[in-house]
Nanobody
Framework: QVQLVESGGGLVQAGGSLRLSCAAS?????VGWFRQAPGKEREFVAS????????AYAGSVKGRFTISRDNAKNTVYLRMNSLLAEDTAVYYC?????????????????RGQGTQVTVSS
């Protein structure tokens, strides 16, 4: 069982930036970032394959967020720029041991505990 630990969340002003990290205890293949705001469903944010050659983004974050990874460190990053108040949420990473990617959180075999991101307007 691979453990995932998210970090990098915090409080930031609108227009600011944060970089989230998802550190895995072992090798992972496709990794996704998701978020859940109070009173809302958990939603897909971005995903990346092991090679980094294929990425996917939700329309609401495209052009502002960038997902990347360092396989030597078993870590996936989510760089978030031009943050908006509506980006406020708990951000979760999830990973699969194989290529399978999905925009559905529970399709991933490994899931982290989340990190809070709060954007003040």
């Amino acid at each position: 069982q691979v453990q995932l630990v998210e970090s990098g969340g915090g409080l930031v002003q609108a227009g600011g930036s944060l970089r989230l990290s998802c550190a895995a205890s072992g090798r992972t293949s496709t990794v996704g970032w998701f978020r859940q705001a109070p009173g809302k469903e958990r939603e897909f944010v971005a995903s990346i394959t092991w090679s980094g050659g294929t990425t996917a983004y939700a329309g609401s974050v495209k052009g502002r967020f960038t997902i990347s990874r360092d396989n030597a460190k078993n870590t996936v990053y989510l760089r978030m720029n031009s943050l908006l108040a509506e980006d406020t949420a708990v951000y979760y990473c999830a990973a699969n041991p194989n290529y399978s990617g999905s925009s559905y959180y529970y399709d991933y075999a490994y899931r982290g505990q989340g990190t809070q991101v709060t954007v003040s307007s």
